[in-house]
């Protein structure tokens, strides 16, 4: 019979309308409300975003800096720049690539400071552009270099027969060309029921499954729980685990030789999503030439066992 683990850290207080506590990208589900934060949080921001997020970023603060300065020459008069045109619009132009160029350190020549006013301002930009770029360049030397696990799950988890006992089953692989080395994964279900006292708790159960580590994983891993007599899900028939409000919350380590250390990545599924007397496609096949050849389009895909 299952007994309950130790909270794994999220909480024991529940309600009837509570969300999923990890999401499907691997992040967890709270919002922060009344947070200081601080200028440092940039940098972990910056490494952490997508790379079209990024690029946006590091666009909208180019034009910015180089608005912001060209206002300021605007407003001290471009005449010390370039010869005034009369269009403020054009003037604008003018002073926004003079920005460009200094902040840059190009410096075409076709317009320059006069002045030490405007020179003094011009240093300070080239200094602004200076330390601007060292920092864009320690952002892309961080993104690069920070470890981070790349394992896709399938979004798909199955109800199955499986030696003669219902299984759930749910699949992985490494996102890229490498190989997974003795990646290992641990599971813990997290089950929402309401009490006497009609509030509603988290129960926390450790899931077993067949294999819990293998030596390396070049192709697919189905994991595979079996609802045995040691299983928390034993109780609940089919109908039941469908309507669960149950999470399993899965914590998948390796080792990554590009990274030289373990990784981690973190994944949930929900037991409403049961897909029921499925099975997973297989992922992998043999060309012509003998090679494997993984589809990585496959991972999800599944088919009916319904013998009918």
Do not use: C
């Not at 003018?94 to 460009?100: E, I, L, V």
């Not at 199955?158 to 990646?183: A, Q, W």
């Not at 580590?213 to 299983?231: E, N, Q």
């Amino acid at each position: 019979m299952a007994k309950t683990i130790k909270d794994p850290g999220i909480g024991k207080s529940s309600n009837r309308h509570a969300k999923r506590f990890i999401n499907t990208d691997g992040s967890f589900n709270i919002k922060h409300v009344n947070r200081p934060s601080s200028l440092s949080e940039s940098y972990n921001y910056l490494i952490s975003i997508s790379w079209w997020k990024f690029f946006l970023w590091v666009v909208l603060g180019y034009i910015v800096i180089n608005a912001l300065f060209a206002i300021i020459y605007i407003i001290l008069g471009i005449s010390d720049i370039t010869a005034p045109t009369g269009n403020i619009f054009e003037d604008f132009l003018n002073a926004f690539f003079f920005s460009a160029q200094t902040i840059t350190t190009v410096g075409y020549g076709a317009m320059a400071p006069k002045g030490l006013l405007f020179g003094i301002i011009s240093s300070f930009e080239a200094l602004v552009g200076l330390l601007s770029f060292s920092f864009i360049t320690g952002l892309l030397y961080g993104r690069f270099s920070k470890p981070k696990a790349n394992i896709k799950f399938s979004n798909s988890i199955i109800l199955l027969e499986h030696k003669g006992v219902d299984s759930i089953m749910f699949r992985l692989m490494s996102g890229s060309t490498n190989v997974m080395i003795r990646p290992k994964i641990e599971a813990t279900l997290a089950l929402s029921q309401k009490g006497e006292n009609k509030k509603y708790t988290n129960n926390f159960y450790s899931l077993k499954f067949e294999r819990n580590s293998i030596t390396y994983l070049p192709t697919t891993w189905t994991v595979v729980h079996p609802i045995d007599d040691k299983s928390p899900l034993k109780k609940f028939d089919r109908e039941e685990l469908s309507r669960l409000n149950a999470e399993i919350l899965i914590l998948v380590s390796y080792y990554d030789e590009s990274f030289n250390q373990e990784v981690y990545q973190v994944h949930s599924y929900i037991l409403k999503n049961l897909k029921r007397d499925h099975s997973f496609t297989p992922a992998f096949y043999y060309n012509d030439h003998g090679y494997t050849v993984l589809d990585h389009d496959r991972l999800d895909k599944t088919h009916t066992n319904n013998p009918n």
